[in-house]
């Protein structure tokens, strides 16, 4: 739907799922930037979002 517009969507990723940030990349999508989340993980863990460009 968003290239119908014109528009590219954007997926964040937590820098805790290594399987989801090898498939984003594996499938084309970008990494455009990172930055910490306002959220902590259910060990304690600050959280570190990736944000992806849809290809």
Known sequence: MASRSGRRAVLDVEAGGPAA????????????????????TSDGRATLLHHYLSP
Do not use: K, M
Not at 24 to 35: L, Y
């Open 21 to 40: 940030i090898a498939l984003s990349e594996r499938t084309g999508w970008t990494r455009i930037h990172s930055a910490r989340g306002d959220w902590f």
